[in-house]
């Protein structure tokens, strides 16, 4: 199975800061990857799939990038709301894939 | 509206079977694939497997083969997910989720919280 590896597993940063989180796979595939924010007690929601798609109502600073092993999650301008775990998903054979998650935390 | 709603938390002892609904409403059950995923504290989404609701067919990870078992009830548009010999690290929140306008997970349940105690 490809496994999927992010980093950084933590990071502080502050309003306004432009983030940058990365997901890494151990073979390369097609662009069936997405990403995921999600608040404590809460389900994942849906930011980006196809790598670089963004969903419906999803603010344009989220910008999705990378194909084949190298993907990233980008936030432009971080704002309050988006502190959060972010999570990367291969989606395109079974098993799924997550990876291991990025905590994202205000500095 | 498209919803997924879980039934609620449960409390197990080890060696114990859980079954967790999942109620859909909203859209043609047998339209799309089931996933399940399991959280456990401090780990990564883990996915469980799948039911497709229209024959029954599923698939599962290979970690939860021979404990878990996915079904889909089309008479009450509901999933179930029954993970059997519970373990301490089974101790999670289980999420039923699927693909409905996206190519990704787009629907999620709520969650349901199984904590696995003596």
Redo the contacts between chains.
């Keep these: 199975a490809i496994q999927l590896t992010q980093s950084p597993s933590s990071l502080s940063a502050s309003v306004g800061d432009r983030v940058t989180i990365s997901c890494r796979a151990s073979q390369g595939f097609s662009s069936a990857l997405a990403w995921y924010q999600q608040k404590p007690g809460k389900a994942p929601k849906l930011l980006i799939y196809d790598a670089s798609t963004l969903q419906s109502g999803v603010p344009s600073r989220f910008i999705g990038s990378g194909s084949g092993t190298d993907f990233t999650l980008t936030i432009s301008s971080l704002q309050p709301e988006d502190f959060a775990s972010y999570y990367c998903h291969l989606f395109n054979n079974y098993p799924h894939t997550f990876g291991q998650g990025t905590k994202l935390e205000i500095k | 509206e498209v919803q997924l709603v879980q039934s609620g938390a449960e409390v197990k002892k080890p060696g114990a079977t859980v079954k967790i609904s999942c109620k859909v409403s909203g859209y043609t059950f047998t339209d799309y694939y089931m ?1 399940w ?1 399991q959280q456990a504290p401090g ?5 469980m497997g799948l039911v497709d609701p229209e024959d029954g067919e599923t ?1 599962y ?2 970690k939860f083969q021979g404990r878990v078992t996915i079904t889909a009830d089309t008479s009450t548009d509901t999933a179930y997910m029954e993970l059997s010999s519970l373990r301490f690290e089974d101790t999670a929140v289980y ?1 039923c ?1 699927f ?1 409905y ?6 629907i ?4 349901t919280l199984v904590t696995v105690s003596s």
């Design positions: 996933h995923v780990t990564r989404l883990e996915w698939i990870a290979e999420y989720a693909r306008n996206y190519s990704a997970f787009d999620w349940g709520q969650g």
